[in-house]
Structure formats: C-alpha cells, structure tokens
C-alpha cells in the first residue's frame, strides 16, 4: 500500500516537473517570438522616422526656384502614404492654416537644434507636424501616425494577440489593440525610437493566457508517466508475487521433507508385523527341532519364512532410512530477528489474509531476537499461520484476528500465535501433536507434531492452549539471543 502511494506520489511529481518544463520552453519560446516581432517593429518605426527627417532635410537643400511646376514637395503625399501634406514658408511669408503659431514655434526650435521639430502634436488623432527651418524656404510635413508603418510589413496585425501602441508625453495612440486583459503571462517591450525628431516610445505587450499553454504535449507527457508508472507497479507486484510463490514451494518441500520424518514415526508398526512373525516363527522353529526325532523339514520351512519376514523388515528400515533424512536441527542454531522473520512469514500468506479479510498484527519489540534454526523457525510459524488461516475460515468474516505476539520470559523468547477461530475442543486438546490427528477434511495431521519435533530440536517446546476469549493459542518457546 505505501509502496503503491509512493508511486502514484512519484508519478505526479514526475508529471508535473515534466509539464512545467514542457509549459517553461512553450513559454519561452513565446517570449523569444515576440520580442522579434518588437524589435522588427522598432525598426521600421526608426527607419520611418528618419526617413521623414531625410525627406525634410531634401527638401530644405533643393529650395526651389520658385514657380508651381518647382514644387517637388506636392508629389510626396503619392509617393509616402504617411504624409499627409506638406506645408512650406518662403522667406517672408508666414505658415498658412490655423496652426501657424505651432509651426513658427517649431522652426524656431528646429533653427536652434539644427535638425527637425515636432509641432501640434495630437497622438490621440494620430497625428503631428515635423518641421525643418531653411533659407530661404521652410517645410512642414503632417506625418499620420497610422500610416507610419505599411500594414504588409509591420509585425503587430490590427487584430492580432500582442498589443503595440505609440506613446508620447503620456500620450498613447494604439496601433493594435491586442487581447491583454486575463490571468496568465504577460511579457513587455518598451523602447525609444532611434530618430531624435521624432521622441515617440514603441511599446508592446502580448498576454499568453493558460489556454494557451501546450496542453496536449503535456498531457501526453503526463499519460506516459502513468504508463510507465503503471508498467513498474505491475513489475514490482509480479516480481512480489514470483517470489513468493518460490518461498511457498520452498516451505511446501521442506515440509514434505519433515513430514516424510513423521511418517516415519506413523510407519514405525509396519515393522511390528514383520518382527512379529520373525519371532513366532524362530521359536517354532526352535521347538520343532527340540522334538524327538527333530522334524527338520517343518523347522526349516519356519526359519525360511523368519528370513522372508525378515528381509520384509530390513527393506521397510532400508526405505525409512532413504526417505527419512531429517536434518539436524539443532546443530544450526543461530541468532534470528524475530520481527522480521514474522513479517516475512506473513508476507507470504498476504494473499490469503486478503481472500480472508484478516488484518494480522505484529506485536513484537523491535530488538528482540532468539537462537533458532531459520528454516525450522520458519517453517513451525508458517504452519501454525495456516493452521490459524484454517480455523478463522471457520467463522464469520467480521469475526476474525489473528495476532503474532511475541515476549521475552527471562532466557527464553515466547511467540503467541493467536486466532479468533473456532478454537480447540477440550477432547481434541491432548491429541493435537499426534502423528496423523487430523480433525481437517484433507487435513494430513502431520503439521503440529512436525513443528513440534522441530521445535525440540532447537532446545525449545510448542504448547496449545485457549485463547481468551475465544479461538486458539499455540506458545513456541525458544531461547533469546542477545
Ligand atoms: P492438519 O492441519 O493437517 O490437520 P495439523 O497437525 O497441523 O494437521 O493440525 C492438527 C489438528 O489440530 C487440526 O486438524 C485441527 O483440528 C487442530 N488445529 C490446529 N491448529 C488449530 C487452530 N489454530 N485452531 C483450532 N484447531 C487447530
């Protein structure tokens, strides 16, 4: 379970750093585009700017001879879209229209600054006059603002994302108007035109809104995460569930093993018979060549049987002998950590316990630990578990515990094993640790007295009992080790 957690917590870290790095460069990108798209802009915008200063600076040096036909300055409304119309002063005469006093004002201060002058600025009509003083003729051109750059080659469409504007002494005359209202990222550019006539700031701003952040890119980022995710877990439960087959099949032939040793003990009266009919016949034997005359024959026959019968034995002992190889339990005593030999015994009946609902618990001081034989301890906890999994499949589903409870006692180290089954009837109690006492419908009844032998082969005892209030206890007592 904390194993699945960590992994679904992994995965959506995983996922979101992914995203957010996809999301940064999509970002990033944006960013790196539109600054392009406003830096070509300021330079058209310069470009234009000096362009009017050229077109002013022209007209000053030419100054007509006079005459209408010499009046070069008529045809640069056709020739630049942004002129509106041009005005001139002969030496003389005074600025013509009703902004005459702005006009004179800005060739006084072109006169001073030796290069053009801005006059009757109206940004908000979009709109301004540049002035350039000469001798002996003047030129005024009105600039409109909105054709200050041709629509093919600005960057900023009327109707696009990014909003650009002109700006004069607070001033601002939009160009596009752009989409910048909404929560997401904004990014600005701001900078001055490169034409000292003309003091006008471009200012750009684009919004990229979280619309528009590159979802399907990370969602499918965060659908591979899930999948590679999804691919370990199933690895990681098939890898669990392989290995605990493995330990199953372990157990399951040390079992068999042992058990062939118990049977030894239940075989142990085919050699009775056998004995048995050794003896009668050697004393018939003896008696009938003890008569007078020795019937020979007879006495020879008996003896021939005792040999058959005796060979019958030797070959039930030669077959024990082969089958029954138990080990030594005793000489392989080792200090063992018995928390976690309990919890590798019950990891390898977690499937059960699931099909079961049985929730088993531990109780057992970390530090604690006994001189045991590992796969002997092993095998007697692992049968006793399945022996408690037996006796709670008996009872209601709500009604079932099992605890592994473990405590020292002075030298000695005591494992309960206690369930909530149906318990142990008070006639069933002193035959439990019988060879072949089985009370199990295909129960072998060899369990019990294996974990018992095993257990005395490790200096220890196995004891049943009642368990309070109801259900079964069975107590393994093994020295500690320190
Ligand atoms: P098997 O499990 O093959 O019957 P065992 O030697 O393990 O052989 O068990 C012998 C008998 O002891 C079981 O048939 C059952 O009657 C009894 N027994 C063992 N463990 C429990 C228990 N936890 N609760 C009740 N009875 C039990």
Redesign the pocket.
Known sequence: MRRTLTLIAAAVLLAAAGSAWIARGALADRRAAFETDARIAHRLLSQRAVQHEAILATLALLQPGGGAEARPEERLPALYPQVQQVLRRDRDDTWPGNEAAALAAAEAASRTARRAALAAVDVERGRFWLVQAALPTSYALRIDLDAFVPAGEWTFPRDGAARAALEHEGRVRLLAPGRVDGAGWRFDFAKHLAAESQPFDLQATLRVGWGELPWAAMAAWSAAVALGVAGIAAWQRQRTERRRAQELLRLGQVGRLNALGELAAGMAHELNQPLTAVLANVQAAERLLADEPPETDTARGAMAQAVAQARRASEVLARLRRTVERPEVGAALQPLALGAALKRALDLVEPECRRLGVAPRIDCEATLALQAEPVAFEQIVH??I???L??LAEVPAGERTLVLQARAEGEDVVLAVR?S????APE?LPR??EPF????RG?????????ETLAAGMGGSLV?AHAAPR??E?RLTLKGAR
């Open positions: 049968n006793l399945s022996n408690a037996h006796a369930d089954g149906p318990g142990i069933v439990l640790f006492f089985s009370t199990r129960g072998l009844g060899l369990g019990l007295s294996l974990c049943a259900g079964a069975f």
